[in-house]
């Protein structure tokens, strides 16, 4: 391992002590953390249903975008995360995370984040605030994701802004329609 990355590990190691550390002395918040993590990957299944059906009613063409870009973007995420195959935080670093998860690598970029930012996105094609409320709650998905050791900041970044760009894309040709 080279001297740069070593001092970076060190580096993220010590934040991610800091930021956990507060929370590790309190099982309750932990559980509150695993919990609030889980409910918003169901909250996001649920309301991409919702979306799909709104479009249904709606307009049944505005499917083809919705589904369509949005499935593109994920494969291509997952495609990009298998050939890249960068390391989790725990993997790296001498961490314990506070989000248990099995499995190795294809930490970036965020697929969680991908996900729950392009659905958000995608309900402007629908309503403004509900897309607003959906895009706190993305955020609070990626911050979840960090703080649980699972990802690195630069991994729900990069999910952030390729799943935004996704949803924006999706909502706008949506909205032709």
Known sequence: MGTNQAR?????????????????GRPGVVRALNIVNRGI???FYVVYALLLGWACVSDPWRLVPLVGVTAVGFVAVSFFRR??????????????PLIARDGAGKSFPSRHTFSAFA??????AASVPVAVVLLVA?????VCRVLGGVHFPRDVVAGAFIGSATGAL????????
Do not use: D
Not at 119 to 124: H, N, R
Not at 138 to 142: D, E, Y
Not at 170 to 177: C, D, I, K, Q, V
């Open 41 to 43: 990957v169901i909250v």
């Open 8 to 24: 970076c590990e060190q580096h993220y190691e010590q934040r991610y002590e800091q930021w956990a550390a507060p929370l590790r």
């Open 170 to 177: 999706a909502a706008f040709l949506a909205a032709l329609l």
């Open 83 to 96: 050939r890249f195959n960068a390391p989790r935080p725990y993997e790296c670093c001498a961490i314990a």
């Open 138 to 142: 993305a955020g609070v998905l990626a």
């Open 119 to 124: 659905i958000a996105a995608s309900w402007f």
